[in-house]
């Protein structure tokens, strides 16, 4: 049996948090994990949309970002950025899929 884990690892300059979610389906765990980035792109929501990205969408100097959005559901997701200047300060959104016996 898979279960499907969406975490969510963020912190700021005064504050941090990790939150775990698990899910009974690829689709379910998709939704969430698409809806948090959203969230994170949000300059209302973020300090992510707000200082790290440009409005076309491109990722500004200072900061670094990789990912794997992969739609295959076959591969683990993530969706991290982080603070060239401060690697405390970072936003880590993952996917993973576990298998459960």
């Not at 949000?42 to 491109?58: K, L, Q, Y």
């Amino acid at each position: 049996m898979k279960v499907y884990m969406v975490l969510f690892d963020w912190s700021t300059t005064d504050d941090e948090a990790v939150k775990v979610e698990l899910f009974d389906s690829y689709t379910k765990a998709h939704e969430r994990f698409c809806e948090i980035i959203l969230n994170e792109r949000n300059p209302d929501m973020s300090w992510v949309g707000e200082e790290a990205f440009e409005i076309t969408g491109r990722i500004k100097d200072g900061y670094i970002f990789d990912s794997n959005e992969d739609l295959s559901g076959q591969t683990d997701l993530w969706w991290n950025v982080t603070d060239e200047n401060d690697y405390n300060r970072h936003s880590f959104i993952d996917l993973k899929i576990m298998e459960v016996k």
